[in-house]
């Protein structure tokens, strides 16, 4: 079964970090481009970063842009979710997810789920103090 595994969720103070991965279980992690997504309760799932195949190109919603950095290693299999300056608002069940297909194309749909397949149990980031 192909399936992305999330990890590194937690319970973190207003301004805090954490680090999120993503990790590939069935098939091999470079075939696909990546996203990070989140709901919160009571809301849909809404997309925040994107990621190319090679990690030479990324996307990110404005809500996040200039504190979460998304990055790769097809070394290891990895996707990785870097969040600094968490906001409370920012609490969330947190999901990666895969999508074929060019960066014109991933980056268009980055932050549409619908789009997205392989999608994992998520991790919960819960900001609060």
């Known amino acids: 079964q192909l399936q992305f595994v999330e990890s590194g969720g937690g319970l973190v103070q207003p301004g805090g970090s954490l680090r999120l991965s993503c990790a590939a279980s069935?098939?091999?992690?470079?075939?696909?481009?990546v996203g990070w997504f989140r709901q919160a309760p009571g809301k849909e799932r809404e997309g925040i970063a994107c990621?190319?195949?090679?990690?030479?190109?990324?996307n990110y919603v404005d809500a996040v842009k200039g504190r979460f950095t998304i990055t790769r290693d097809n070394a290891e299999n990895t996707i990785v979710l870097q969040m600094t300056n968490l906001h409370p608002e920012d609490t969330g069940v947190y999901y990666c997810?895969?999508?074929?297909?060019?960066?014109?194309?991933?980056?268009?749909?980055?932050?549409?789920?619908?789009?997205?397949?392989?999608w994992g149990q998520g991790t919960q980031v819960t900001v609060s103090s």
């Open positions: 997810a895969g999508i074929s297909g060019g960066w014109s194309l991933v980056e268009a749909r980055c932050a549409d789920p619908k789009f997205f397949g392989a």
């Open positions: 990621i190319d195949r090679s990690g030479d190109n990324t």
């Open positions: 069935g098939f091999t992690l470079d075939y696909y481009a």
